[in-house]
């Protein structure tokens, strides 16, 4: 590959692979993912969330959902932590690489499926409750 074929924000290392620059790596990849998954793991301590947005009467508000709603979105939390970290951290990791792909994927579904079952237990907590 020609220098300028390649783009400029990638850099050769790890035997010709081509990566990010450094901070882009760490903070993209790394903190980001880290800072999701923490969240996650405060929704299932606390059983409580905090959704930004919720929209009532027109107006933008807090919402704020606990017990097994929080800890399903924690896992949506989660998933989408760990989706990101799989496909852009360990994709530039010439160890991780090979792998990147299946947990990445995995990490997607398990994503999609946390959504649908926090969509779900909304809707069940929305339309069990008495006027």
Not at 4 to 11: G, I, M
Not at 22 to 33: D, F, I, N
Not at 57 to 66: A, R
Request: glycine share 8%; net charge positive.
């Amino acid at each position: 590959m020609n220098d300028s074929d390649k783009p400029r924000w990638q850099d050769e290392d790890y035997n010709g692979w081509l990566v990010p620059p450094s901070w882009r790596k760490w903070l993209g990849s790394a903190t980001l993912p880290l800072l999701l998954i923490g969240y996650a793991v405060r929704c299932w301590i606390l059983q409580q969330a905090t959704i930004i947005g919720h929209v009532r009467g027109g107006h933008t508000s807090i919402g704020h959902i606990c017990g097994i709603n929080a800890i399903a979105f924690g896992f949506v939390f989660l998933f989408l932590g760990l989706f990101l970290h799989f496909r852009y951290f360990w994709r530039v990791v010439p160890k991780l690489h090979p792998f990147s792909y299946p947990a990445a994927d995995l990490a997607f579904r398990g994503f999609v499926v946390s959504i649908v079952c926090h969509v779900c237990l909304l809707l069940l907590d929305i339309f069990s409750k008495k006027p």
